[in-house]
Each structure stands twice: as C-alpha cells, then as structure tokens.
C-alpha cells in the first residue's frame, strides 16, 4: 500500500509512501463526431458483427445525403452497455477520443489527450504509466481503484489494495487503437469492482477479413533546451482466408526526449525514455460464430522522472524552470503481458458472448527519500554526514478474468442482457528503504549491516470475485423507455504482512482475510425529444472493494467497501440542421465509507472515514458544417466536499 508519511520539503510530490507496512476547459475538437473513414467504425462500412467486439448491428446513417455532416455525426458506435449504440443513444456521461484524433494530436500516454474529455482528471507523478485518473471529483484518497478500466471485453488491473492501482492507471501507447471510450459516472451494474467513479475503455483496431494492409510512419521531436526523441510505427493487416481468417500485428515504439537538469549532480535532460507496443489479433469468422485470439505487450522505461523542484515558501522552481534536485535516480519500467479470446456466437434470437482475459504485469519505482531518511545517518547513527536514501516499490500482478453473457437482439421492445463473471488475481508487492553515505556508497560497517536496509517487506495478496449481472430496458412508447440494472459480486481475499528485515520493522508476519458481498443497481429513464435529441436521468450505484488491513495496534483488521451512489440528469442531441452536437449532463453524488488513509503510532492504515458529495455539470460540443472543419467546446466545472 502506498501511504505517505513525509513530504519532500522541496519536491513538487510525495516522495516517500508509508513505514513498516504502509509502505505500502477547454478543448477543441472531441471525438464525439469523429470522422475516421479508415477505423472499422466507418459509416460506409457494414457493422462489424464478424468481430468480437460486439458490434451487432449497422448505425443508420443520415438521410441527408447532400453533405455528409449529419453522417460524421451520428455514427459513432460505442459499446458503453456492452452492445452496439450510437453514442447519442446512451443514457450516460460519454465521450470517445478517436483514432484519427489521437494520431493528429501525437498522443503517447493518457494525459495528452485527457483534456478532450470533460470532467476526465489525470495527474502523471513525471512519466507515463505513473498515472491518476479520477472523474467527477471522486478523488484518489485509497491505494485502491476508484475508475475502472478494460481492454476491449477484459478489465485490465487490480481491483485490490495492494498493487497501488491508483498510482499505475493503465496508460498505453496509443497504437493499433480505434477509440479510447470514457464512461463518467459509476458503472456498477456491468463493470463491477472499482468502477464507482467511471470507466476507461481501451477499444482496439480488430482484423479486417477482406483488406489487406499495411502502414508504417514515423517522426522526429525536439525539446527545448533538451534531447530529440523519435517514434516509429508499423502495422499490417492480413486476410488469409477472405471472409472466414485473418489476422493483424502491429507494432510501435517512441523514444522520449529528456529535458529535466539534475542540479545536484550537474547531468542534463535525466528523464529521457521509451515506449513500446507489440499486438497480434486473430479473427475467425463462422456462419453463426466468430473467435477472435489477442496478445499484446507494452512496456515503458524512464531514466527519471520529470518533476521540477519547488521552494517550499515561495513554490519557484530552486535551480531552474526545468531543474531537479536528484540526490539518487528515480527509474521507473512497467511491462503488461495480455492475452484475451473472445467468442461470439449469434443464436439467432439473442447473441453469446464469452470474454476471457489473461495479464501479467511487472511494476518496478525507485523514489529519491534523501530528504525523508538522509539524516538518519547523522543525527540518529551519529555519522559525520547525512545519507542518501532511495526507496524501491515492486509490484507484481497476474490477473484472469471470464466472463459469460446472454444479450437480447437490438431495437426490440425490450433489450436484455444477462451474465456471470470471474476474476482471480494474484499479486505481491515488495518495498524497501536503504541508507547510503552520500555518494551512494554503502555506509561503512558496522552502519552498513545494520542500517543500510532501514525496512523491507512484502505484501502478497489475492483477489477472487464472482458476480451475476442482468440489465433490461422496455420501451413503452416510441418516445419514453426505461433501463434498469442490478449487480451482486462477493470478493474473498487473502493476504500477509511479510517484514523481512529493517532497523524500522519488527521481522515477523501477520496475514489477514476478509471477504465481502455487494450489491449495486441502476434505474434509467429516457424520453426522445426528437429524431435526434433526447433527455435522460440516471441513479446508479458503484463501489470500491474493501479489503484485509496492514497489522498495527489500533488499525482495524480490515476496511469495507466504499460506495456510492449518482444522480444524473442529461440531454443529448443534434440541433441547427445536424451541425451541431450538445451533450449537457448534471449530477449530484453521495459518497460513503471513503477509504482514507489513517495514521497509528506514525505508522499509517485504511479506515472507512465519513461521507462526501460532488455536484457539477458537464457540456461536450461539437459543430461540423462540412467535413472539412470542426470546432469542439467542452466545459466542466465539479465541487465536491
């Protein structure tokens, strides 16, 4: 778990996470009307229905055929409720970042293109796959998950305490991806644990069965009074057998420039790094049932992170506008090994979905604690000098996940969905302080032995959960329908307090337990205004798994569930003869048994605290007169207490 116990009085972030045990708006052109003829999403192309990705039906397109602006605009399929619908037909706060809109703004990682989407907050601690990720004002107060995230059918991550899920939010090279689906708001009832405060969609390019391909590119950047980076991309699309086989690979890495001076040391641009991202997909596609085979590995490396030190009383920078004070390298890597199959299978009066996902993930953050533990040298040990300090965080994570669901045909009286799902990871986390003199030589001995490891320990844990979903919308009129959806989950899990050794812990083990059941709901009533416009409310329920506490006097042995539930009320719909686009939403959210860190004898724990609110509103626009321009304005403004 990572928990703070001292801030670095110069650094503009925590740098040292808990002792012994604890350790542990603007923007312009969303791709709500995106425009990629080139994604199997095109609104010349027949719907994907041959593709895993449940895509069972073609959006209609606009009648108007004199100009293909009302077209652009009303084929933007997302799978939000895990089926086919345009996005206009949602009744939630969503907004999609698109292929095209990714490739044209250079994104590389979550936070360049998070500002496309309203009320979407990511924080990077300085490079990518160190990413936070919240929406509506449902903050990271816990070391577990508050927004889910999936990859294509499979949730992707932790839903545990002990694998720091808030601190790594999955930030992938954006490569070989038709659209990244942002879902804001809690998605209990279909995306289970962890998705209390939204829902991050990672949607990838599937294999063409008629279309050979291929596409490579490139480019070259520069930095600043800092290095050059470079990117290179190649991808390919194979049908070996036309209409029945075919297969994709892709593959892409981006080297990124430095341009952070350690001043202490006098090295410049110390945080330069790389990317990479390697995908093969299969599709076979049958009379009645498609199979579809994934693996993909992704990697980052950073040499150091790119913070800027901050003086503590007037917060300028202490050495320079781009300047850190490095008393120990800051590494960090991160790789995800993921495996996923997928199979649909058309019963003619509903369709089959089997979802399985597979991921083995490696973590590795050295954190500078000079600052925090330096002195320990000189004014506990009675050194000359104070140390150097560093603190290394492993996690490791094997994760698998089946899910099982039964959905009803689309555009019917009544649209069902029925399902189970599994999820059983296994994680360890492994933390450690050392001591060094200054330089980074080992103390001299006796000290050394003794001291130069202050803590190290590991947290093993599991996670198992098993859950049964079921959502149903009837529509009475043609005018007015109403959705609902209901979710019960269990989670069982297992873990233990390993201290191995450390002048600040006492070795030892102390394992824990806990298991809980939760239950969560939605209730959706929507009213078409029109042809192309609708008003919408929405109640829903989510949650945030609670789990067995770190072993102190006075710490709860375990924290519960914290839940919550959201009121929304929204209208969507496209106005001025079909050139413009206006999702409006309003909300209100009542939080409950927040997860909060909680200091015992200057060691810290999760306790469930009180409650909390956040109210706010979102506006996502977009106008398009033609295919030749488009200006999109988003705006949210969020208080919460």
């Known amino acids: 778990m990572n928990r703070s116990i001292c801030r670095n009085t110069y650094r503009s972030a925590p740098l040292v996470i808990a002792i012994a045990g604890a350790l542990s708006l603007l923007a312009c052109g969303v791709a709500m009307a995106e425009d990629d003829s080139s994604s ?39 799978t939000a409720n895990k089926r086919a619908q345009n996005i206009r037909d949602v009744a939630s706060g969503i907004s999609v970042v698109g292929e095209q809109q990714i490739e044209r703004s250079n994104a590389t990682q979550l936070s360049d293109y998070a500002d496309y989407v309203p009320g979407f907050q990511v924080t990077s601690d300085g490079t990518p796959g160190q990413t936070r990720v919240s929406m509506r004002g449902i903050a990271v107060l816990s070391s577990g998950s508050t927004v889910g995230t999936y990859l294509d059918e499979t949730p992707v991550g932790s839903s545990g305490l002990y694998q720091a899920a808030t601190n790594f939010a999955l930030d992938l090279l954006p490569y070989d991806i038709a659209r990244v689906e942002v879902l804001r708001g809690p998605q209990g009832t279909l995306y289970g644990a962890g998705a209390m405060g939204g829902l991050l969609k990672y949607v ?69 790094g790389s990317q990479t991202s390697g995908r093969v997909s299969l599709l076979w596609q049958g009379d009645a049932v498609s199979v579809q085979l994934g693996a993909m590995r992704q990697t980052i490396k950073s040499d150091n992170n790119a913070t800027v030190a901050l003086d503590p009383v007037t917060m300028r920078p202490i050495g320079g506008d781009l300047s850190n004070l490095v008393s120990v390298n800051e590494p960090f890597s991160k790789s995800i090994d993921y495996y996923s199959g997928t199979v649909n299978w058309d019963l003619g009066w509903s369709d089959f979905v089997s979802a399985t996902g597979y991921s083995d993930t490696h973590t590795k953050r050295r954190q500078d604690t000079t600052v925090a533990y330096g002195n320990f040298a000189d004014l506990a040990l009675g050194l000359p000098a104070p140390g150097s300090s560093y603190f290394d965080t492993g996690l490791n994570l094997t994760k698998f996940s089946q899910e099982f669901r039964l959905a009803s045909k ?41 001291f130069g490891t202050l803590a190290s320990l590991e947290l093993p844990a599991t996670y198992k959960e098993t859950a049964i979903f079921a959502n149903g919308t009837y529509k009475f009129t043609d005018q007015f329908k109403l959705g609902t959806g209901v979710r019960y989950a269990k989670n069982d899990q297992q873990f233990s307090q390993n201290n191995i050794a450390g002048a600040l812990v006492t070795v030892g083990q102390e394992p824990g337990s806990s298991s809980e059941g939760v239950f969560t709901w939605s209730l959706t009533p929507q009213f078409e205004l029109s042809e192309h416009a609708m008003v919408y409310g929405k109640v829903a329920t989510g949650y945030q798994p609670g789990g067995p506490n770190v072993a102190f006097p006075g710490l709860p042995s375990k924290v519960d569930s914290s839940t919550l539930t959201s009121y929304e009320l929204g209208t969507k719909g496209l106005f001025v003869d079909k050139t413009v686009q206006i999702d409006l939403a309003a909300f209100h959210i009542d939080w409950k048994n927040i997860q909060v860190p909680a200091s015992f004898g200057g060691k810290s724990g999760l306790v469930n605290g009180g409650k909390a609110t956040s109210d706010g509103a979102e506006l996502a626009s977009v106008y398009r007169p033609n295919s030749s321009f488009e200006l999109g304005f988003n705006a949210a403004y969020t208080k919460a207490n």
Do not use: C
């Open 204 to 272: 990838t390019i599937p294999p063409d069965l008629e279309t050979y391909s291929l596409r490579v590119g490139g480019g070259v950047s520069d930095v600043t009074s800092g290095d050059s980076g470079n990117d290179f991309r190649f991808g390919a699309n194979l049908p070996l057998v036309k209409d029945q086989l075919a297969l994709r690979v892709g593959y892409a890495r981006n080297n990124l420039p430095g341009y952070i001076d350690d001043t202490v040391h006098g090295n410049q641009n110390v945080n330069s």
């Open 410 to 450: 689309s555009d019917v009286r009544f649209e069902w969905l029925v399902g189970t799902f599994y999820t059983h990871e296994k994680g360890n986390q492994n933390q450690a302080i050392f001591l060094n003199q200054l330089d980074g030589s080992p103390l001299a001995d006796p000290y050394g032995a003794m």
């Open 40 to 78: 199997p999403l095109s609104p010349d192309q027949e719907s994907v229905s041959k593709s895993p990705n449940p895509v069972t039906k073609k959006i209609p397109a606009a009648e108007d055929s004199s100009a293909n602006k009302a077209v652009n605009l009303e084929t933007i399929v997302v």
